[in-house]
């Protein structure tokens, strides 16, 4: 079966964006909920019988070793600034894009889901739910013409991602957004996995016949319903809905990726869409993690943490307390967060003066006027020595 084809609702494994309804079930066996096993069941246990006054605790926890020399965002720095920083993966959510100008998903005021009354919908979440597109495709597609890529230029976080990668650090982007601004941005193909699929492709649910993003473009901005040209079959755009699986580029790379990994940088996501949420565990116990983000995320299982019933470097999200060994909160704006990390590094300059041209050149060549397409791959330059 396609990527992209229909499911039943216990098949769901992930959502489009940064978002998943409160009774999206997940599939035994797959990606995250093997990354959740993981977790020692007898510890869960060990922490009720305490909160309950079973007993005491008394087995100390093993002391885990300090990762970076100073657990701070001037520690980041100094690790990227080292030698054992080779292979950096970036993992992105809304937050990366809304300084363009498009709207995250959770925000209260701002946010998409807080904007789909006039849609009719049976809750927010159904717009994007694979079994409710099939009935009744008609308000995605209107709302599609609001989302639809182009009109919007890559931002300073886009930017600092593709700097990563002309300094030769970066293994991999995944990004759970389908703006397609990292290709804007001139981020090579092959370095980025659209773990949400993208607006690029699209393909009939019926005869899964592929159409081109000219196509889907000229029917969406004509107020139609894209339907194919072989059979009566709707089409949609290859972006993953409730209800559908991942793209198998997703599953390929996260499994060669993940171990080779020496640095870690997560921006703009709430880190609550699972798999993704899960793949910041995924990294080896002394592979530092940096959050960029407005607030606080990804603190799974803190309270078993927090009573020693789980060590550190367990599988269970980041540590972003006085006890963490490896991980950094640089809460803000992802912007402000990037800038300020390429300051620190050196980078701050070319960073503003790559930004500045190419915006500029987006302009000039009207090329936000259609979605970005698809790059080049480009190997990492081969000078490590140049990377500060």
Known sequence: MSSNSPKTKTDVEDPVEDNVPPNASEPSGSLGSRIRDQLDVDSIRRYLALK????????????????????????VVKWIKGNRCKNIITLAGAGISTSAGIPDFRSPVSGLYHNLQKYNLPEPQAIFEINFFCQNPKPFFMLAKELFPGNFKPTISHYFIRLLHEKGLLLRHYTQNIDTLERGAGIAEDKIVEAHGTFFTSHCLECRKEYSVEFMKEKIFSDQIPICTDCPGVVKPDIVFFGESLPARFQHCVQMDFQKCDMLIIMGSSLEVQPFASLVDMVPDWCPRLLINREKAGQRFFLLRACGLISGNSPGGLQLDDESVRD????????????????????????RALVAAEHARLESEGNLTSPHGPLPSSPPPAMPAEKL
């Open 328 to 351: 950094v909160a640089r809460l803000g704006d992802c912007d402000d967060g990037c800038q300020d990390l390429a300051d620190r590094l050196g980078w701050g300059d070319e960073l």
């Open 52 to 75: 309950l006054g079973f007993y005491d605790l008394t087995e100390p926890s093993a002391p885990v070793e300090k990762v970076l020399d100073e657990v701070t965002f001037d520690g």
